[in-house]
């Protein structure tokens, strides 16, 4: 029998059909991979599954009863727990709080915190998270985070567990942490679904894999034996052809800013404990930057994005000026800054997409005088929608009825808009498909064809590979070692992040 | 060089734009085109009050038509000028998530500073001058609070009225100051004098509402400030200077409320300590309801004016039907919080139709 099962869902958004008759059936003991592109129902599926939204129509069925649960809370009552997508923390409490959301175990009236660390500390060491427990939740790294949020739905100790993009901000040790716990569930006969875009994740722990595809099956329950990633790939895109290729934009190029000379980093330190960094990164080329969370690379990018004061150490821009002080002096001096964390860093998500695209120059900068003409605005806006290619109905929409990929898009478009001669990158494809990320890879390289400076910061090693020209790999806070060209590959920055130095038996 | 190619370029593209003021527009038939342009209007963050002002005239004056007199209609206007000026300025702090509270106390300091340089005689114009200087400096101390030591601006600014008011007490010695040159153009002009069948301080109204609604939609300063309120975060990374944006809203508010303490002291003649009594609640209740939404992010000059006057509509209205004087302020303070939670009811309908 199953352990959790839906059958024939249905659900529309205001007459856009996000699923039209889908099945997934979970047996107790897999792990069960549910694939599919950007926008094919995945995330809409697990909310169905969890008690988030309800369908239009269909069944779901709990070891063969039939259920609707009201509720996340309700589906965790019944044994259904949930990791989504988008982090679902509270800020202001402790870590250890947040593990027991409105079901804290008590001790007559009092909150028993003593039962509380004795149930959570295994899960939490099991995880690998050093934070103490009662450490504030707004205080963790990103990644920590998302490791807190797998461990509140562990703490539940469900038969059935959906995990929703949970690797999308992890590093490589934690997501190899992570895929062993969902080994030991498996042994435990719980039933584990699995939404990932990293395939080689899916292959390596999962059972049996369900694609989706605009809402409807492509594979159901198909053996992962069955399976090699391209095969998988195919399952999800269907015939459309998708450029995974880069592509230089071109049209982006003449809007890039021309770098007058390297930007040069020497010696620099941070609070935060990275210190020694020095590197070179030379117009024309994209500079990856990688590292274990915390060991530099994102602190570095944002030091260099003027967000962080280095305590020492001299950064000179382009053109030979030292760099400023302060985030605004940075922009101004034509340093671009691109968050992955574009709702909260990039984005106006309730302003119309065209001045979310004008703001960097024309707002922020006033580089358009005192009185702004809407026209004109929307007019360059239009010419950004046609360069940076995003698929849109109005440029007057709000940007929070873009996809992902889109909105990223309208991010980069704002940046290049201001014609910086630096470009900074943080993660800018998380939680964002196949075929988008290579465009905006592509919209990198006709940036720095068009003569900037690029430097990417990335958690996907795979599309450090993919996007960059050369690699600084960064272990406990400083700059370690260089690859360039065929250098770069997954195998030798894992050995170099992990350890600092190349694996001398592997050579 | 860069930025001709573009525009050329730009303009090959334009007719694709659905959206593009202008150009296709005229295609449309007639009906339609009006069809989009009702929408446009009732669509507007504004519309509400204005429809709801509407509304409480027609019932009023079904009830009294004594009150369906343009000298009466007029007359509520000039009443509202105060209040409503403070809730131009208001708008301008509540969409970035500030507020000034302090705006009370100000209106009654600057007419007694004014009054009191008046009575030692000085030219009023010059007095005046000199008093909204003050009320612009107390906004830039409220900036100087709310941004320099970071103090939530609800608490600062509250107590700011409360140190204003008190030295406008102590600076009168709790007497109203008296002896105005009534004939003085200063008087004349600002306190009675109408232009086209409306009294002058109508009239600034009306030009500081053209002249804020045109700097909040075609200045960078305006665009930032919603932009700011929208996400103050995002505002910071894109470069936009969030805390001298929040710093001239705060020097705006105090001009504004300023100005309104001499158009006060015009009228009445008098500088009065005890006045303006509870005129930030008006004044920030109005520009909520007026369609400046706590949350931030959008923001409307004219709806803010519209709010005010039709919570000033409401006081005089309640004298029409006769509530006895001693449950009036029982009366405006729950319109007040019925008006404002129709307001959020309908606010949050409007955004879960855009949600689904």
């Not at chain 1, 469900?158 to 929703?164: A, G």
């Not at chain 1, 002096?329 to 065209?354: C, F, N, Q, T």
């Not at chain 2, 508010?253 to 008006?282: I, M, N, Q, V």
Request: contains cysteine.
């Amino acid at each position: 029998m199953h352990a959790f099962e839906a059958q024939d869902i249905r659900k529309s958004y205001g007459g856009v059909h996000a699923l039209r008759g889908v099945d997934l059936a979970v047996r107790p003991g897999s792990v069960h991979a549910l694939l599919g592109e950007n926008g094919a129902g995945k995330s809409t599926l697990v909310k169905i599954m969890t008690g988030v939204t309800r369908p239009d129509s269909g069944v779901l069925r709990l070891d063969g009863r039939e259920v609707a649960f009201a509720n996340t809370a309700e589906a965790a009552e019944n044994g259904v727990a949930v990791v989504s997508q988008e982090l679902s923390l509270f800020p202001h409490l402790s870590l250890l709080s947040n593990l027991f959301p409105m079901r804290e175990p008590r001790k007559g009236l009092l909150i028993d915190k003593r039962e509380m660390l004795r149930r959570a500390e295994p899960i939490l060491d099991q995880l690998g998270v050093d934070a103490k427990p009662g450490v504030l939740v707004q205080e963790l790294s990103l990644a920590d985070r998302q490791l807190v949020e797998i461990a509140k739905a562990l703490v539940t100790e469900p038969r059935v567990l959906l995990l929703d993009e949970p690797t999308s901000a992890l590093e490589g040790g934690a997501t190899d942490r992570l895929l062993e716990i969902l080994r030991v569930l498996r042994s435990r006969d719980v039933g584990v679904v699995f939404v990932s875009h990293i395939l080689q994740e899916v292959m390596s722990v999962c059972d049996e894999v369900t694609v989706l595809r605009d809402g409807e099956l492509a594979l159901s329950a198909d053996p992962i034996a069955n399976h090699t990633v391209p095969t998988l790939v195919k399952a999800m895109i269907g015939d459309k052809v998708i450029a995974t290729q880069t592509v230089a934009r071109t049209d982006v190029a003449e809007l890039a800013g021309e770098a007058h000379g390297a930007l040069v980093v020497d010696g620099l330190a941070l609070a935060s404990g990275v210190h020694g960094v020095s590197l070179t990164a030379k117009p024309g080329e994209i500079v990856g930057l990688v590292g274990l969370a915390g060991s530099g690379p994102t602190e570095v990018l944002r030091a260099l994005a003027g967000i962080v004061r280095p305590t020492a150490g001299n950064v000179t821009l382009p053109g030979g000026r030292p760099a400023p002080r302060g985030q605004r002096a940075h922009v101004a001096a034509g340093v671009a800054y691109v968050s992955g964390d574009r709702r909260r860093y990039g984005l106006m998500l309730e302003k119309p997409i065209w001045e979310n695209m004008v703001q960097v120059r024309s707002m922020g900068m006033l580089r358009d005088g005192a009185l702004l003409r809407r026209g004109a605005l929307l007019e360059r806006a239009l010419g950004h929608v046609e360069r940076v290619g995003i698929k849109v109905g109005s440029i007057e929409d709000d940007v929070s009825s873009l996809s992902g990929g889109n909105q990223q898009k309208v991010v980069m478009a704002k940046w290049l808009d201001n014609a910086p001669s630096v470009l900074l990158l943080d993660d800018p494809t998380r939680g964002v498909d196949v075929g988008a990320r290579a465009e905006i890879h592509g919209l990198l390289r006709g940036a720095s064809n068009g003569g900037a400076v690029v430097l990417l910061c990335s958690t996907d090693l795979e599309e450090v590979v993919a996007a960059c020209d050369r690699v600084v790999v960064f272990y406990r806070g400083t700059s370690v070692a260089e690859l360039t060209g065929d250098q770069i590959t997954t195998q030798a920055m894992l050995e170099l992040i992990n350890t600092g130095t190349p694996d001398e038996q592997a050579a | 060089m860069k930025g001709m190619l573009m525009s050329e370029r730009v303009k090959d593209d334009a007719p694709a734009a659905k959206s593009a003021p202008g150009g296709s527009r005229d295609a449309l038939p007639s009906l339609l085109r009006n069809g989009i342009r009702i929408r446009a209007l009732t669509g507007a963050d504004w519309f509400s009050a204005l429809a709801a002002l509407v509304l409480l005239v027609a019932v009023i004056g079904i009830m009294n038509p004594a009150f369906l007199n343009s000298t009466q209609l007029i007359n509520v206007v000039q009443q509202s000028v105060y209040i409503a000026l403070m809730a131009a300025g208001i708008a301008f702090l509540v969409t970035q998530g500030e507020v000034d509270l302090s705006v009370a106390g100000n209106y009654v300091l600057t007419s007694i500073v004014a009054s009191v340089l008046i009575q030692g005689g000085m030219n009023p114009w010059i007095a005046a001058a000199i008093a909204l200087c003050g009320a612009v400096a107390v906004g830039a101390l409220n900036a100087l609070i709310v941004q320099g030591i970071g103090i939530n601006s609800l608490i600062a600014t509250l107590a700011m009225g409360w140190v204003l008011r008190g030295l406008a007490a102590a600076v009168s010695e709790g007497k109203q100051i008296i002896g105005m040159p009534v004939d003085n153009s200063f008087f004349r002009i600002l306190g009675g004098e109408k232009w086209l069948g409306l009294p002058v301080s109508v009239w600034i109204l009306i030009v500081v509402v053209v002249v804020l609604t045109v700097v909040l939609r075609a200045t960078p300063f305006g665009y930032r400030v919603r932009e700011i309120g929208s996400n103050e975060d995002a505002a910071r990374f894109a470069g936009i200077p969030v805390g001298r944006t929040k710093t001239y809203a705060f020097l705006l508010s105090g001009g504004l409320a300023g100005l309104a303490g001499l158009l006060g002291l015009a009228f009445f003649t008098s500088g009065d300590p005890t006045s303006g009594g509870g005129f930030e609640l008006f004044a920030v209740a109005g520009a909520v309801i007026g369609g400046n939404p706590l949350t931030g992010g959008t923001a409307t000059i004219f709806g803010a004016v519209i709010g005010a006057i039709l919570l000033k509509t409401v006081g005089v209205g309640l004298v029409y039907f006769s509530i006895p004087a001693v449950w009036s302020q029982f009366a405006t303070g729950a319109i007040i919080i019925l008006a404002v939670s129709l307001n959020g009811l309908m606010a949050r309908r409007k955004q879960r139709r855009r949600q689904t």
